[in-house]
């Protein structure tokens, strides 16, 4: 197995051991052991003739120098909203995403639509696909910009020289974990080699003003070697996800230097790649159906934007075996808290049997907002009672079973407004904004499900339906 040249010296004696030790094991000397400088070349901001700039001293804050930091849009429009504009000359934007979510065509597109912008030239190197298959990829995309540069190499220094050649305004390198430096001796993907290759080329992108995006595969459960350890290293942090099963993709900012993070792109998969989604709430709530228990709406914000969502929730007799929570695209530990406040608080029976909880359309939807909706759904699954179709809900329910106050209520019931709502069940206290819809107002879950009617006996045969929604 090969094994990094990198290992520790004796400060005193000049003994070298391959790991750390509090002593020396040649001179007996305590605290001498320094870890080794990298082998081979030193980096060279990266081969570029072009100076990186030296650190100016210390002044005061309000003389510090100012920089004019504009950001070109890349002409992908969802990818500028999330960018706050577009990509900052001399940035470095780390993508990160599960394989085959999208992360190749999504750059790809971004590179080919930049070249028609200010932008000028765009160098993507793919270090995972041969020029074909990326050349074939962007055929069916319908875009060949001769102004957009492919390379395939895993040798950073190889794509370093290229870079320099075609001087690029934007440079993809797609992945930071298949490209590797060859004067690392680890190998390609492992956590040093990673680490290194992202700090050249964040040296190179500031030297040189490119525009850098480093696209890095991340794992479900988090990561391998992989993006998790880039994100200080990097000015932007761009998360792509969705479920795969769903042409649904979101673009999320974890981290922006230039910008609000927390803003959301929409795209959606297609056979000719990503189109941007102008409303979404409308696509999401499209095969919503009137009349059927365990379904709830709400407005979700992400970022700035308001998504109307839905939320289903699922209660069947778990039959004596260990009940079973099955959550897709909602927080799991909030739905353990819900379950628990629906049993303590609301007496709904619902902690030995199997609840299943899920998003609609494979959003993910993680604010405390979505748990009144949360618990709505599975208190309207449970007793098998519809809640009122053209109602929407959002709070956040402490363990006290109390329903608290979310960001931004106004923006949200005006975006259930757009869409034909015209009922909100909402926490105490809610601005009502200009939106028109009729709030019913509750202190806590239980208050909520009162208001919704669930908590009330069942309807008897030949009684009015339920479905007529009770709200
Ligand atoms: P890709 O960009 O290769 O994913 P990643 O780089 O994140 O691994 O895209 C993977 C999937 O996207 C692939 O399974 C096919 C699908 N796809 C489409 O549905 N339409 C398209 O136009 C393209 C290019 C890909
Ligand atoms: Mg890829």
Redesign the pocket.
């Known amino acids: 197995m090969a094994r990094s040249s990198r290992g520790y010296s004796c400060a005193s004696c000049g003994a070298r051991s391959p790991r750390w030790a509090g002593r020396c094991a040649a001179c007996g000397e305590w605290n001498a052991l320094v870890e080794d400088e990298p082998p081979g070349p030193p980096p060279r901001a990266a081969l570029s003739s072009r100076a990186v700039p030296r650190p100016e001293g210390p002044s005061p804050l309000s003389e510090a120098p100012l920089r004019a930091v504009e950001a070109a849009p890349t002409g992908l429009g969802e990818l500028d909203r999330v960018l706050s504009g577009g990509l900052v000359p001399g940035s470095v934007t780390l993508l990160g ?10 750059v790809l597109q971004a590179a080919t639509a930049a070249c028609s912008g200010e932008r000028g030239r765009c160098l993507v190197v793919t270090a995972e696909e041969s020029v074909e298959q990326v050349r074939r ?1 962007a055929e ?2 319908g875009s060949l910009p001769g102004d957009c540069y492919l390379f395939s190499t895993g040798d950073l220094m190889a794509a370093l020289e290229a870079a320099d050649k075609v001087a690029p305004g934007l440079l993809v390198i ?1 992945s930071i974990q298949a490209i590797a430096d060859g004067s690392v001796s680890s190998p390609a993907g492992s956590a040093t080699q990673v680490r290194e290759c992202a700090q050249l080329l964040a040296q190179y992108a500031k030297a040189t003003g490119t525009a850098t995006i480093l ?1 890095g ?1 991340v794992t479900k459960e988090g990561s391998l070697a992989g993006p998790r350890t880039l994100e200080h290293l990097v000015d932007t942090v761009l998360y ?1 996800e969705g479920d795969r099963h769903h042409a649904l993709r979101s673009l999320v900012a974890v981290k922006h230097r230039y910008g609000a993070a927390g803003e959301m792109g929409l795209f959606e ?5 990503l189109s941007s989604l102008d409303d979404p709430s409308a696509l999401l709530l499209a095969d919503r159906q009137a009349g059927l228990p365990g379904s709830a709406a709400m407005p979700a914000l992400e970022g700035r934007r308001p998504l109307l969502v839905e939320l289903q929730g699922l209660v069947a007799p778990a039959h004596g075996q260990q009940p079973r929570r099955v959550v897709q695209g909602a927080s799991s530990s909030r739905v353990a808290i819900l379950l628990a406040v629906l049993e303590r608080c609301c007496d709904l029976p619902v902690g030995a049997a199997d609840v299943f909880v899920s998003t609609v359309g494979g959003i993910k939807v993680s604010e405390p907002a979505a748990d009144l909706a949360i618990g709505l759904a599975v208190a309207s699954s449970l007793r098998g009672r519809p809640l009122a179709f053209d109602a929407i809900c959002f709070g956040e329910v402490g363990l006290g079973g109390e329903l608290r106050q979310v960001s931004r209520p106004e923006r949200r019931l005006a975006e259930a407004a757009r869409l034909g709502f015209r009922r909100a069940v909402v926490p105490r206290n809610t601005p009502a904004g200009q939106s028109g819809l009729e709030l019913e107002e509750a202190g806590s879950l239980a208050e909520a499900i009162a208001a919704v009617g669930l908590l009330a006996p069942l309807a008897v045969a030949g009684e009015p339906s339920a479905a007529a929604g009770a709200l």
């Open positions: 995403g599960e394989p085959g979510i999208g992360k190749s065509t999504l990829r069916r995309l797609d696209v595969h792509f998969m297609r056979e000719d790649g």
